[in-house]
């Protein structure tokens, strides 16, 4: 059996250049891993959204030089567990992805079930199952696609370890632990991730994750764990530092506004001020005092 050295896959050590709002950021390390390890040559992900997971594995292909083939499928719509938004999302992940990735990396609009119909049997090495995680949705989505895999065919679950709401990969992880014995890793932060090797020509490197003891399968995902750790902190610090540049810019605005705003009425209103002013003076010395004031004023 292989052993795990993280030292052979500089690859995970790599700052990602997509940070965006996202609960997958974690898992970043082990995408890029994963793209040294397996070398896949047709990668496919469904569900994009900001596109955090996605643009991970397309800055490793694009690294590590591996010549993968790279789809990226979401209606950018949105679903009932996620929100729903509208064209800006796609067109602010196409400004971040096309100069950097069009040569070898695709993002399809599209419903998951239209897309399947793009892909000949047989052809994806690695699939990255992320869209709605309700247990019918996410079951339908592996039934969909497993006919695509290849031999060397790997999926990729998120969200195994949500137990709130309608959340259900939790349930087909399960079922697919059973199916697959001997063949599947995970790790529960993060939300969870599983990986199945779904193929029977799966590449050596994987053994690693599926046949090492449980104290260095423990050392393994405290590895990416930490790696994962410290990218959200990344995430969380530039997180602040923009909301702080926003909170100042804020107040910059509110004070340049109000200087504006007392200039403007100086201008354009000079009878009301001069009206507030002897209104003060009477308030200081009565009304013979300010029209005394005033007089004197007026005449010389
Ligand atoms: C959890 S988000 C994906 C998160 C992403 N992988 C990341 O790195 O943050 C789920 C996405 O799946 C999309 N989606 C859900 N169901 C879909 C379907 N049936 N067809 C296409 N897109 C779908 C949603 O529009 C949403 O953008």
Known sequence: MPEFNPLNHPACLQHPVRLAPSTWIEHVPFAMYLVDALRPRVFVEL???HGVSYCAFCQAVA?????TECYGVDTWRGDPQNGFF???LLEELRRHHDPLYCDFSRLVQSDFDSASGRFADGSVDLLHIDGFHTYEAVRKDFETWLPKMSRRGVVLF???????????VWKLWDEVKAGYSGRHYEVSFGCGLGLVAV??????????????PPEELERIRGYFRQLGRNLETVRELRETAHELQSYKHAQELGAAAAAAYS??????????????????LCAERGWGGALRLAGEKIRG
């Open 158 to 168: 998120h969200d195994t370890h949500v137990r709130e709401q309608d959340f259900g």
């Open 63 to 67: 690294e590590l030089g591996t010549g």
């Open 47 to 49: 569900g994009v959204y």
């Open 86 to 88: 509208g064209d800006e």
């Open 199 to 212: 193929g029977d020509e799966y590449p050596e490197a994987l053994r690693a994750l599926f046949d090492s």
């Open 263 to 280: 200039e403007r009425l100086r201008r354009e209103h000079p009878l009301l001020i001069r009206a507030s002013n002897f209104l003060h």
